[in-house]
């Protein structure tokens, strides 16, 4: 009953209005005024009202930039992050400086040129001194921009360290397993064909290969055997192209074993979850990987972000500068911890895809990895000394 009240107001306000500018028109038409004259004093209203808009517009702005400038990220916690920050402090300079200017040209110009009786608008149709201006000036800068990146880019791409730290981040929905290369510092090659409950991240082992030739045989048995049965003709081409496709995994992992390949730096390769240890000042060499969908490896604190791409590899170098007792210190939060985050909407869980990073000394750090499994044990073997195993092989 009331909506029904609202609506009949709402409409009866509407029809008012109407009738009111109606008789404003006709009033005006009475004492020979059109409608597209207006008056000077309406102009210089709507002219200061545009200049007071500019400040109350720039007013927001830096109000924003002061009440949200505290959650920044702190000082950044590795080398290349130097240069990373400093190339967003150049873009900001350049994209403030350009803001407030383009902002003071576009409210100030109708303040200062609104209509007055008997002025004339000036008018020229180009000016090549100007065009070329407008030109070359976002060229140039924009240039530089993209210089500066590159030559950034390439610091995160480059091993200075002739022997890097070796660390695989493995991501899937939804968590993340760093790979340590263990003694050798050699990281075992891995291929997805090779992905078991026992080996989520599809390490390559003599052992891994067998298990799933194994399994793979086992299936291909079982569909063979299927096919004595009676079934109708779209079934059996249905289980006769999954064998064909079966033939093919195994053709391809039998590969695994013929090719040149190292099969033995995955076994004492270290895979650890929840936490990743990292020594200081050491260079990092990060190799990326995805099972499922893209994810993407994002630690903040040190500047790094790279997407995981199923089916690629992809890398960054980095090297931790502040460890996390010092980063506590200076951020006055002794429960602060470095974090690595998946950056890329990966599915339900992705805001929980998460691993504290530690940052720590050398001698920290021999200790933390000393107590880290091996891959070999992990697989559920019972010999699970690298010796033996080799031996075996
Ligand atoms: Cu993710």
């Known amino acids: 009953m009331t909506s029904i009240f609202v609506v009949l107001i709402i409409a009866m306000a509407v029809i008012a209005i109407a009738q009111l500018s109606r008789i404003h028109q006709l009033s005006n038409n009475l004492r020979g005024k059109r409608e597209e004259d207006i008056s000077d ?38 080398e290349h992050g130097k240069d990373i920050d400093q190339l967003f402090a150049v873009n900001w300079f350049i994209l ?3 803001f407030f200017g383009v902002h003071v040209l576009l409210f100030y110009f109708p303040f200062k040129y609104y209509r007055r009786k008997g002025t004339k608008a000036y008018y020229f149709t180009h000016d090549n001194k100007l065009e070329f201006i407008w030109t070359i000036v976002p060229s140039v800068t924009l240039a530089g921009i993209i210089i ?13 360290d002739e022997n890097p730290l070796r660390i695989e981040l493995y991501a899937k929905q939804f968590d ?3 790979r340590y290369t263990g003694s050798d510092n050699e990281m ?7 992905v078991s409950g026992s080996n989520p991240l599809g390490i390559m082992t003599k052992q891994t290969i067998n298990e799933k030739l194994d399994e793979y045989a086992a299936d291909i048995a079982k569909l063979q055997a299927s096919l004595a049965n009676v079934m109708p003709d779209h079934k059996r081409e249905e289980v006769e192209d999954k064998i064909a496709v079966y033939e093919r995994f ?19 390769d270290q895979l650890v979850k929840g936490e990743m240890h990292l020594p200081i000042g050491k260079e990092v060499e990060f190799f990326i990987r995805s099972q499922d969908v893209i994810h993407s ?4 604190h040190f500047r790094m972000q790279m997407n995981a791409v199923p089916g690629e590899i992809t890398r960054f170098v980095m090297k931790p500068t502040i460890t996390t007792e010092e980063m506590r210190i200076k951020m006055d939060d002794p429960d ?12 339900s869980a992705h805001y929980n895809m998460q691993m504290d990073v530690i940052v720590e000394s050398q001698a920290e750090y021999d200790q933390w990895m000393s107590e880290q499994k091996v891959f070999i044990a992990e697989s559920g073997n019972t010999e699970n000394s690298k010796e033996n195993k080799i031996a075996e092989l």
């Not at 102009?43 to 007013?59: D, I, P, R, T």
């Not at 075992?188 to 090779?194: K, V």
Request: aromatic content about 16%; proline content about 3%; overall charge positive.
């Open 188 to 194: 075992g090659n891995a291929n997805y064909l090779l």
């Open 297 to 300: 490896a994002f630690m903040p």
């Open 250 to 268: 195994v053709a391809r992992i039998m590969d695994f074993n013929n090719t040149k390949r190292n099969l033995n730096a995955g076994l004492d």
């Open 96 to 98: 403030l400086t350009v």
């Open 336 to 347: 602060f911890n470095y974090i690595l985050l998946c950056n890329k909407i990966c599915g």
């Open 148 to 160: 500066f990146g590159l030559i950034t880019w390439n610091k995160i791409q480059k091993t200075e």
């Open 41 to 78: 004093t309406s102009n210089k209203v709507n002219a200061f009202l545009m200049l007071s808009s500019m400040f109350v517009y720039f007013g927001f702005v830096i109000w924003q930039m002061v009440v949200w400038g505290p959650y920044m990220l702190p000082e950044a916690a590795s």
């Open 176 to 178: 993340w397993t760093a």
